[in-house]
């Protein structure tokens, strides 16, 4: 049985192992930008087609990889928010993983570890403007190389300038220029822009793009932006430029009411509410969902896939077929597969832009996977992340305690005992395991669950090893994958005892006879959250509005109806019931609910940063205590308490308000009088 499992795995490895290499050989074709410098032998840069085609991806190759959100990263990322953690506290004063040291306060204009990405930036941006002012060059061009080169170019500057704006509020502006080297300082002194100006100046820059660049890039060349890309990142912008933190309102009064540029006095973000943005948000997401060309990514149903939860009365349609219901699909693997490498992401219709992502293997699994694996056993997520997944009838934890969900004693019926709170029973479930004494904490609960979360005494197939394979992971206190079960002062072992599994295939193992890991990869936007950003733009209108994108006009309300089919879709997937009709018919519950639901369905993919941020709630959330299971519990008494993890890197969090944004370099101030600071900085 097994040896028939390996064999279906290694076949789907091998089909993507064949992509990975044939995108592998085009990409280092494309990166030969050391080829050229800006300033010697621009000629012939920029002599023939090919060349500038190759300097331009060349500038593209400057963009950190996307994918490493966790270390050596260029984003705070997931370690910097409340959905994310570990117990490494660091070589010195620096914490390698940058997100901590920026959750801990210690990101200074000074000091800023791998986040200082700020010039990085601008080099990107001189270089797309090089290529733009010399576009009519090359004698060999002909228009349909000029158009796609162009799309490209726009696209590229476009995402640096996003990159700024996400992660330092408003940049310098610079348009078309090319900065002329080996000037004055008065030369380059130039303010930064208004939030609202570039915005709007990067997501029209995307929109130009849109229109030049190919709807679809094919195998090989995927990787590249398209069409969907530009159009999908001009959705998830327009949606936190609505936003209440950028919005005007209470958010935007208590974190930028006083900042104001030095040169003219101008509020840097709009201190006054604009409903109409969230009907432009709107627009721009069902722009991307009339295309037709990206929908949820599902797998049916097989023997293997649990029945949907009895007794559902909230959601009519629950039982319908797939995507009207949750019916006929298999709901772990139509999540799971997306991130595992068991889908191939260039043909995944979820995927609206995306990348071979070696790092994941190397960096991320290896902090996933348990040290008896080979692995570090300690990229944690919280119990905050654990609490927020439903059970598999759609309740929450609080609403199903003392029914199927079970945390204390007393939680069970009258006359029960400790060891009550354990399954008595394993079980099997398209294709997860999941063993006999796991704490009720961890049974009953939604599939998406299973498919993120490693926890306590949860199987680790590494189906790719004949030695290690099916290895049930313990994190009792000296237990093998525990606190000092490798050495009393190693930091590996989940401080939360909870472990990011997201990303970790079946079969992948990392040691033992015959271990292997399929290739992975990194979704930079999906379709889900084009649909969540829909449902959310559409549950904050309180009237009717018409918006104009291109050549076509979007009049938009508050639909019950669009908000259901968008929101209920991604439920559906996950085999969870959608929205009952009285959170429908209530905004403030449609907001919960979909903050709930962006907490989970992204888990780790980068967006909690600035989900928090952008409506405004970073302060709340992040005051809230981390908490987790107890790492130096020996017994099941002891481990299976909720506490503080107790380390340095823990009670050091910081909550302030100058954390909504990275800090510029100090060097940049100094040289660029008219240029301000962000908030809270000094």
């Keep these: 049985m097994k040896t028939s499992i390996i064999i279906k795995r290694i076949a789907s490895a091998a089909l993507i192992i064949q992509l990975v290499a044939m995108m592998t050989s085009c990409e280092d074709y494309l990166n030969i930008d050391s080829y050229f410098d800006d300033e010697f032998n621009i000629d012939s840069a920029f002599s023939n087609t090919r060349n500038m085609e190759a300097y331009m991806w060349g500038a593209a190759s400057l963009f950190n990889d996307e994918a490493r959100t966790i270390r050596s990263n260029y984003t705070p990322g997931p370690m910097a928010t409340d959905e994310g953690f570990n117990g490494l506290t660091g070589v010195g004063t620096t914490n390698i993983y940058y997100g901590m040291d920026f959750a801990t306060g210690n990101i200074t204009p000074d000091k800023f570890g791998g986040l200082n990405q700020w010039n990085r930036y601008y080099k990107i941006i001189r270089k797309c403007n090089l290529i733009l002012e010399n576009l009519e060059r090359p004698a060999d061009m002909t228009n349909l190389d000029r158009q796609r080169i162009d799309g490209y170019t726009r696209f590229i500057r476009a995402y640096a300038y996003y990159n700024i704006l996400v992660d330092y509020g408003p940049p310098i502006l610079v348009g078309d220029e090319v900065l002329n080297t080996n000037e004055s300082m008065e030369y380059y002194d130039r303010p930064r822009s208004t939030y609202d100006e570039a915005m709007d100046y990067t997501c029209a820059e995307f929109e130009k793009a849109a229109q030049l660049i190919p709807a679809d890039v094919g195998l090989l060349n995927f990787g590249r932006p398209t069409k969907g890309a530009a159009l999908a990142l001009v959705a998830r912008l327009r949606l936190i430029h609505a936003s209440p933190l950028y919005n005007g309102g209470e958010a935007a009064r208590s974190y930028f009411g006083n900042w104001t540029r030095k040169t003219d006095g101008v509020h840097y973000v709009s201190q006054q509410y604009d409903e109409s943005r969230w009907a432009l948000a709107a627009a721009a997401a069902k722009r991307v969902m009339d295309l037709g060309q990206y929908r949820l990514y599902a797998v049916p149903a097989d ?214 890991q399929l290739p992975k990869f990194y979704a930079i936007i999906r379709y889900a959250e084009i649909l969540l950003s829909y449902a959310e733009a559409l549950n904050n209108l309180t009237g009717s509005h018409s918006v104009q994108l291109g050549d076509q006009t979007y009049t938009l309300s508050r639909n019950a109806d669009e908000i259901k089919s968008a929101f209920n879709a991604i439920r559906y997937r996950a085999g969870l019931p959608g929205l009952s009709a009285s959170q429908l018919a209530n905004q403030t519950d449609v907001q919960q609910q979909i903050e709930r639901e962006r907490m989970i369905e992204f888990l780790w993919e980068n967006r909690r940063f600035y989900d928090v941020r952008r409506w405004g709630i970073y302060e709340e959330t992040e005051r809230e205590p981390i908490m987790g299971m107890n790492p130096d519990g020996a017994t099941k008494e002891a481990y299976y308490r909720r506490v503080v993890p107790g380390t340095s890197s823990f009670l050091t969090r910081e909550v302030n308000k100058r954390s909504n944004w990275v800090p510029l370099p100090r060097a940049e101030l100094r040289r660029l009088p008219s240029l301000d600071q962000n908030p809270g900085y000094n």
Aim: with cysteine; aromatic share 14%; proline share 5%.
């Design 303 to 516: 023997d293997r896939t649990p029945t949907l939860s009895t007794g559902v009365t909230s959601d009519p349609n629950f039982y319908a077929t797939y995507p009207n219901g949750a019916n006929g699909i298999d709901a772990f693997k139509s999540y799971s597969d997306i991130f595992t490498g068991e889908s191939v992401a260039a043909i995944n219709p979820e995927i609206i832009w995306g990348k071979s992502a070696p790092y994941i293997n190397t960096d991320l699994n290896q902090g996933a996977l348990p040290p008896t694996l080979g692995g570090w056993g300690r990229f944690c997520v919280t119990q905050k992340v654990v609490d927020a997944y439903l059970m598999d009838d759609g309740r929450t934890i609080q609403e199903a305690r003392g029914d199927t969900y079970f945390e204390q004693v007393s939680d069970l019926p009258a006359g029960g005992t400790f060891n009550d709170l354990f399954t008595e029973q394993s079980k099997s479930f398209s294709g997860y395991p999941l063993n006999a004494g796991v704490f009720k904490m961890y049974a009953n609960r939604e599939m998406r669950f299973y498919a993120s979360v490693g926890f306590n005494e949860a199987v680790w197939q590494a189906l790719s090893s004949t030695t290690l394979y099916n290895h049930t992971a313990k994190y009792y206190f000296q237990d093998l994958d525990g606190r000092g079960g490798v050495s009393a002062s190693s930091p590996n072992y989940p401080i939360t005892g909870y472990i990011i599994k997201k990303w970790i295939h079946s079969y992948d193992a990392k040691n033992g006879t015959g271990a292997r």
